[in-house]
């Protein structure tokens, strides 16, 4: 079975932290994916990365970053958290390609409080 | 700019009645999927549909996906308990990103 694991479940940071937030997946996919999900407003994607170093701006990255130094490894980094940043985190990875190999498979989320 | 539109938005309904759950777009999608999320959880895939018309049967639930690749439903009949959570549909959109729905939150009451 696929298997995208992030780091947290839970986490708790202070206002202006910076905060680390892992994921992993173990099918060699190449395509990895960082959303928040807050109620009502659906999954909105902060980045997103086609390959090993490589990143682009998904629909709302301001305040955040990425690392991806690894084919199997993302990280999202919060420079400053705040407390608008308080949301559930999911990490996401893909095949390349379209059709059945845009399939998402998921990690369980993190869900971040910033206080 | 894609977007896809789903409603409702929230349903709560009793065990053993049907529902349909809709998502719009005015854009054409190369393929769309539906997942299903539990709370606290990630979402996962139920479905992938890729040609226009296509229907696709899971047990209670049917997936179609409009004749213009516009629109998709989610029909479930003789809803149980279990199939309590929230369902998002998704477009395939340019560079093979996912476009997503808000979301429909489902109850079933026992």
């Known amino acids: 079975d696929v298997k995208v694991t992030q780091s947290s479940r839970y986490l708790v940071k202070r206002t202006g932290e910076k905060v680390f937030l892992e994921c992993v997946q173990d099918?060699?996919?190449?395509?990895m994916f960082w959303y928040r999900q807050d109620p009502g407003l659906g999954l909105r994607l902060i980045y997103f990365?086609?390959?090993?170093?490589?990143?682009e701006k998904g629909d709302i990255p301001e305040g955040y970053s990425v690392s991806r130094e690894k084919k199997e490894r993302f990280s999202l980094i919060l420079e400053s958290a705040s407390t608008n940043q308080t949301s559930m985190y999911l990490c996401?990875?893909?095949f390349g390609g379209g059709g059945y190999h845009t399939e998402a498979f998921f990690g369980q989320g993190t869900r971040l409080t910033v206080v | 700019t894609q977007l896809l539109e789903q409603s409702p938005q929230f349903l709560s309904i009793q065990e053993g009645e049907n529902l349909t759950v809709y998502c719009n777009s005015s854009?054409?999608?190369?393929?769309l999927q539906w997942y299903r999320q539990e709370p606290g959880e990630g979402p996962v895939l139920l479905v992938t549909?890729?040609?226009g018309g296509e229907v696709k049967k899971l047990k209670r639930l049917t997936f179609q996906f409009g004749d213009a690749r516009k629109d998709s439903s989610l029909h479930i009949t003789a809803a149980q308990p279990g199939d309590t959570g929230l369902y998002l549909c998704?477009?395939?959109?340019?560079?093979?990103?996912?476009?997503w729905g808000a979301g429909t939150k489902l109850i079933i009451k026992p």
């Open positions: 099918m060699d996919h190449e395509n």
């Open positions: 996401a990875s893909s």
């Open positions: 998704a477009g395939e959109g340019s560079n093979y990103q996912l476009i």
């Open positions: 549909v890729v040609t």
């Open positions: 990365s086609y390959d090993v170093k490589m990143k």
């Open positions: 854009s054409v999608f190369s393929s």
